[in-house]
């Protein structure tokens, strides 16, 4: 049986740290995000750290300034990608015709996560990955395409589904970086896809979980802490 965890660090973007957009129109922090939900019960301590619009070259900066004050935990969560792989769309309306780069190349984006992943280790800590969760892409290229010419946008990424399939590049760069280094991998991606109508645990912007997905990812980490925990039978 692996010992039981009492903390975690967890470093990543509004995901983690809880953000909705709300019924005005605004973002909020949900005070029952999955990770208050987790630590409430499971009675672990959740140091957040957590930043909106954070990519993984400002999450690795704060990594580094964490690790080298000191953290004490038994486990730290890495997520990062969903703003990594963004854009700037108000360019892409302006010229559609021209080359755009994501706010972080896919393969800058890996370097990054790998960084975190061996300081996180050769600070004797044990890192945990997480897949990104599905964008209703719907929605999504509609909030890209508020104020910006839609259908310049649309030219440029050839459809709109096209947006998602990006997203989910980066959510399985995610995933291999798991495999290569022998971490644990929480996979909440998949747990929204097998879920029917998984666009309903998706805010209206088509990118933040809402309540309901929260209350989805917390139901995974529990999952994982109990695979992680319990007996293992012998073979």
Wanted: net charge negative.
């Amino acid at each position: 049986m692996e010992p039981k965890i009492q903390k975690i660090t967890v470093w990543g973007d509004s995901i983690l740290k809880g953000v909705a957009l709300g019924a005005d129109g605004k973002y909020h922090v949900l005070e029952n995000n999955c990770g208050a939900l987790f630590a409430q019960k499971n009675e672990i301590k959740v140091t957040n750290r957590s930043r909106f619009g954070c990519t993984s070259v400002k999450g690795h900066s704060i990594v580094h300034a964490d690790l080298q004050k000191g953290v004490q935990a038994d486990a730290v969560l890495i997520e990062y990608g969903g703003n990594d792989c963004n854009f700037d769309w108000s360019k892409i309306s302006a010229a559609p015709d021209e080359k755009h780069l994501p706010v972080t190349p896919v393969g800058q984006f890996k370097n990054e996560m790998q960084l975190m992943i061996d300081e996180t280790r050769e600070s004797g800590l044990d890192p945990l990955l997480m897949t990104l969760p599905p964008l209703d892409y719907r929605r999504f290229f509609k909030t890209i395409c508020h104020g910006q010419n839609a259908r310049n946008i649309l030219r440029w990424l050839g459809n709109a589904f096209a947006i998602y399939r990006w997203q989910e590049n980066y959510s399985d760069a995610v995933a291999e970086l798991a495999v290569q280094n022998h971490c644990s991998l929480i996979d909440v991606r998949s747990a929204f896809l097998t879920t029917k109508n998984y666009e309903a645990m998706i805010c209206d912007d088509g990118m933040h979980p809402n309540e309901k997905g929260h209350r989805l990812m917390a139901e995974v980490f529990d999952d994982f802490l109990r695979c992680h925990t319990q007996p293992q039978l012998a073979v």
